[in-house]
C-alpha cells in the first residue's frame, strides 16, 4: 500500500504540474571513491536504445543498475546484458519505486515521449543522457530552459554522437576564428526519410488492430493523444507518424544544424520560417520532400548581414554548386552542412570530411592553420566522466541542444502551412503573424498521467 501511495502521489504531482525537487533529498547521492554511476535504461533496444546502454555501460566506472521499457521483449533482450538490474514497463514506476537506486537516466524512446521522461528525470535530480531531437514540441524546449536553468548540476547530454569526429570540431573552429570571414547564409540537407525500415514511405495507413502481447500500447502512446494500434508503426516506423515523430527534418536536424549553431553564439532564437512541400500533413502522417528557410536576426562583426538564413532540406535537396561558386561535380556527402562567408565556403559531411573553397581552389579542411589538437573522445563516455565529476569536453549538452533542436522543429512544424512566412516569437511562444499556426502547432494537449512535471 505504500509503494501504491507513494507512486499515486508522484503521477498526481506531475499532473498537476508540481515541481517535485523537494522529493529529490538535496540533489544527487555524494559519492565515495569506486563508487559507479548507476544509469537507468528507458529504452533498452530499438534503434539506438541498445548501443546508448551499452557504450554507458563499456565506461569503467558506469553499471545499468535499470531497464525500463514497453516493450516486453526488448526487455528480455536487455536483461540477458544486466541480469541484476531490476525491470520495468512504466517509466513512472521507475521514478517512483526505485528513485533511490539510480544516478542517471539514458533516454532513447520515440520523440513525443522525450520531453514528459527527461523533465521527469530532472525533477528527481538525475543526470540525463537524451537521445535526439531534445523535445517534439516547441513548448516543450522553453519547459526545457527552465528546468536547466533550475538544475544547472545536473549533466546531460544529447545523442550527437558524430560530434567527436575531429572534422566537425574542427569546422567550428574555423568559423569561430574567423578564417573566412563574415559569414552571410548557410545551407544544410539530408537524404532522409531514404528507407522504408526507418520510415513509411508511402504513408500507409493500416487499419486499427489489437496490439501484440508484448506491446503495452497505452504506455507507449504516453502523452500523445488516445489513438488505436496500427501495424507498422512501432517500434520502429514511428518516425513518419505527425503525432509521435519528426520526419527526415527533425531526424536529423541535430547532425547537421549543429556546427552552424556551435559556430556562432549570436544565432539563439530564429524570428521566421517558411517551409515548402508538396502538401500539408495530415494528421497522421508527414510530408516530404520539403525545402525550409530558418532566419535569425543578428547584430555582430562575424556577418554580413543583420540577418542570417539557414536553408535546411531533406530528400537529397542539395544546393547548386554553381550558384556558390563551386565547380561542376556531386557533393562528397548527402548529409552535410555548408556555410558561405565574404572570403570562401565551407562544407562538412555528416561524417566529418571538411573541405574549404576560396577562389576556386580547395583546402583539406583538417590542413587549414592554427587549428588545434582534436584528441580523440568517447561520446557516451563523456557524459559518464562529467556526471562523476570529471570535467571532459562534452558535446553536446542539452543548453545547445535547445538551440539545435529549436530550428529543425520550426521546419517540421512549418509543413502545416506550405509556403507561409511564420514570424516567430520564443519569448511568447507564438507566431506573431498567424494565430493558427500558434494555436495548431506550438503545443500539445497531454494525456492524464503523462504531463511533463514543471522544474523550477
Keep these: 500500500m505504500e509503494s501504491y501511495t507513494r507512486r499515486h502521489f508522484l503521477r498526481s504531482s506531475a499532473v498537476a504540474g508540481v515541481g517535485l525537487t ?8 555524494r ?23 551499452k557504450q554507458v555501460q563499456s565506461h569503467p566506472d558506469a553499471e545499468i543498475v535499470g531497464l525500463c521499457d514497453v516493450d516486453a521483449n526488448q526487455l528480455e533482450k536487455a536483461k540477458a546484458d544486466h541480469p541484476t538490474a531490476f525491470v520495468c514497463k512504466d ?37 540525463v543522457y537524451g537521445q535526439k531531437p531534445l523535445v517534439h514540441q516547441l513548448e516543450e524546449l522553453v519547459m526545457m530552459e527552465r528546468a536547466l536553468a533550475a538544475k544547472p548540476h545536473l549533466v546531460t547530454q544529447l545523442g550527437n554522437q558524430r560530434m567527436v569526429f575531429p572534422g566537425r570540431r574542427a569546422f567550428v573552429e574555423i568559423l569561430r576564428a574567423g578564417q573566412l570571414g563574415k559569414a552571410i547564409e548557410a545551407y544544410a540537407w539530408v537524404d532522409s526519410p531514404n528507407s522504408r525500415y526507418y520510415f513509411n514511405m508511402d504513408r500507409e495507413l493500416k487499419e486499427p488492430s489489437s496490439p501484440p502481447d508484448n506491446l503495452d500500447w497505452n ?18 516506423v514511428w518516425r513518419s507518424w505527425w503525432p509521435y515523430g519528426t520526419n527526415g527534418l527533425g531526424d536529423w536536424g541535430c547532425h547537421v544544424l549543429d556546427v552552424i549553431l556551435f559556430s556562432y553564439d549570436e544565432l539563439d532564437s530564429p524570428i521566421a520560417v517558411q517551409t515548402f512541400c508538396p502538401e500539408p500533413p495530415n494528421e497522421y502522417f508527414h510530408v516530404h520532400p520539403c525545402r525550409s528557410t530558418v532566419t535569425y536576426a543578428v547584430d555582430s562583426p562575424n556577418f554580413a548581414r543583420k540577418v542570417f538564413p539557414i536553408y535546411y532540406s531533406d530528400s537529397n535537396q542539395a544546393p547548386s554548386r554553381a550558384s556558390l561558386g ?3 561535380g556531386d557533393w562528397f556527402e548527402k548529409n552535410s552542412t555548408l556555410v558561405v562567408c565574404e572570403g570562401g565556403v565551407i562544407v562538412l559531411g555528416a561524417s566529418g570530411r571538411i573541405e574549404v573553397w576560396r577562389d576556386g581552389h580547395m583546402t583539406e579542411g583538417l590542413k ?10 568517447n561520446h557516451w563516455h563523456a557524459w559518464v566522466d562529467n556526471c562523476l565529476g570529471k570535467k571532459t569536453e562534452l558535446r553536446t549538452p542539452f543548453t545547445q541542444a535547445v538551440r539545435i533542436t529549436e530550428p529543425a ?20 511562444l507564438a507566431f506573431t503573424n498567424h494565430p493558427e499556426a ?18 523550477g
Excluded at 31 to 53: E, F, M
Excluded at 91 to 114: G, K, L, M, N, Q
Design 22 to 29: 523537494a522529493l529529490a533529498a538535496g540533489g544527487p547521492r
Design 31 to 53: 559519492r565515495t571513491r569506486g563508487d559507479k554511476l548507476r544509469v537507468l535504461s528507458i529504452g533498452v533496444v530499438g534503434t539506438i536504445g541498445g548501443t546508448d546502454r
Design 91 to 127: 517509466y513512472r514506476e521507475a521514478f517512483a519505486d526505485h528513485a533511490d537506486e539510480f544516478d542517471a537516466v539514458i533516454v532513447s524512446v520515440p520523440d513525443h515521449s522525450h520531453a514528459a521522461i527527461m523533465l521527469t528525470a530532472f525533477a528527481h535530480d538525475k543526470h
Design 219 to 236: 504506455l507507449w502512446l504516453g502523452p500523445a493523444e488516445d489513438a488505436p494500434y496500427r501495424e507498422g508503426l512501432c517500434p520502429i
Design 326 to 328: 563551386l565547380p561542376a
Design 368 to 377: 587549414m592553420p592554427y587549428l588545434p589538437e582534436f584528441p580523440a573522445l
Design 409 to 428: 522543429l520550426l521546419a517540421v512544424k512549418a509543413t502545416r502551412f506550405p509556403g507561409v512566412e511564420l514570424r516567430w516569437d520564443k519569448s511568447q
Design 438 to 455: 500558434t494555436a495548431t502547432i506550438v503545443r500539445r494537449n497531454y494525456r492524464d498521467g503523462f504531463a511533463p512535471p514543471r522544474v
